[in-house]
């Protein structure tokens, strides 16, 4: 399996400007996980899905972020606009959720920086 | 409501002595409990996982780790360091009563002296 596949790998854009990360998990995984990464906050969880349905966003700073997953092979993070301090490492993850939690693997992540 | 605390953000060991990182968690039902190793620029990698079965857990790379209930810790450990080892380190829990959602700690960064 190729593992979690996030793209693009770099982005660099200007504040104000629409971003949007995607992600592919591992097939056959049912649960994806969305986190941010700086210096500053360490590792933070933005939202997370079970079967393709939003579980707890409660970690989405605010409404310019939203994020999707229409299908079980697919999801979106979008920043709309974004701002210098959105500059971080994106990571998506994928389990297999059942009645064991499960380990998560994590992509390569999306370096983000916003000038 | 889960929580882990990580003791010391950075450790640094001599090349083949012990390496000994603390993690300390919160819960208030039976943990699931990780930890996750990140080499610089890529994702976290699974290291190893408690879950419920033998409390002395061993992982990948030489590392192992304890779960004490009594201390609510789940220390990992590595005999001895070698220079590849040089990473950071998140300890991470979860649990039924949180869903799917796993907490990581804040990271502890390992240095390896030569």
């Known amino acids: 399996d190729a593992g979690v596949i996030q793209s693009p790998r770099h982005e660099v854009t200007e504040m104000g400007q629409e971003v949007t990360l995607r992600c592919k998990p591992i097939?056959?995984?049912?649960?994806l996980f969305w986190y941010r990464q700086t210096m500053m906050r360490g590792l933070e969880l933005l939202i997370y899905?079970?079967?393709?349905?939003?579980?707890?966003d409660s970690g989405m700073p605010e409404d310019r972020f939203s994020a999707k997953m229409p299908n079980a092979s697919f999801s979106t993070l979008k920043i709309q606009p974004s701002e210098p301090r959105d500059s971080a490492v994106y990571f998506c993850a994928s389990s297999r959720s059942g009645r064991e939690v499960d380990e998560q693997f994590f992509g390569p992540g999306t370096r983000l920086t916003v000038l | 409501a889960q929580s882990v605390t990580q003791l010391g953000s950075h450790v640094s060991v001599s090349e083949g002595a012990l390496v000994l990182l603390r993690c300390n968690y919160s819960s208030s039902v039976p943990p699931y409990l990780f930890w996750y190793v990140q080499y610089p620029n890529q994702g976290l990698q699974l290291l190893l996982k408690y879950t419920s079965a033998a409390t002395l857990v061993k992982g990948i790379n030489g590392f192992e780790a304890e779960f004490k209930k009594s201390e609510t810790s789940f220390h990992l450990t590595k005999p001895s360091a070698h220079m590849s080892d040089a990473a950071e380190y998140f300890c991470?829990?979860?649990?039924?009563?949180?869903?799917?959602?796993?907490?990581f700690g804040a990271g502890t960064r390992l240095f390896v002296k030569a």
């Open positions: 899905f079970n079967n393709n349905v939003p579980i707890d």
């Open positions: 097939s056959g995984h049912n649960s």
């Open positions: 991470a829990v979860s649990d039924r009563s949180g869903g799917f959602k796993t907490i």
